[in-house]
């Protein structure tokens, strides 16, 4: 990524006016969006040829669990902001840990959690 290049951002939601919202929000703040992408076969398929530097993902797409997304992404070192309506008790405890937004959440919010991910802080 050079000076000139604006932070990728890999977002994987499977509702639509959601996944909608989230790109319009990262890009308003000068993002790019790759995606979104709405299953997990696609967001598995898609790591294998897409770059990116963070990224966002709904755990349950279209009914199935997206933990095997999250694995891959943690193991490449990506940083990762879950975004669900489970609570944390709800999550496997490997995953409890890691960031999180509650859905329904906020534009700015959502911003300032990639920008902390970012920032390593």
């Known amino acids: 990524m050079t000076p000139a ?3 990728r951002v890999f977002v994987v939601e499977d ?3 959601v996944a909608l919202q989230i790109e319009e929000d ?3 703040a000068g993002y790019m969006v790759v995606g979104p992408f709405t299953s997990l076969a696609s967001s598995l398929a898609a790591l294998r040829t897409e770059h990116f530097e963070v ?13 095997p997304l999250v694995d891959a992404l943690l193991e490449r070192r990506v940083p990762v902001l879950l975004l669900t309506g489970y609570a944390v008790s709800d999550l496997p405890e490997r ?11 906020d ?4 911003i ?7 920032s390593g802080k």
């Open 95 to 105: 995953y409890r840990a890691l960031p999180r937004l509650t859905k329904p959440f």
């Open 5 to 7: 290049e604006p932070c």
């Open 107 to 110: 534009g700015a919010t959502l």
């Open 26 to 28: 990262l890009a308003a």
């Open 55 to 67: 990224a966002t993902l709904d755990l349950n797409l279209r009914g199935e669990p997206g933990y």
């Open 15 to 17: 509702e639509f006016l």
């Open 112 to 118: 300032r959690n990639i920008a902390s991910l970012l």
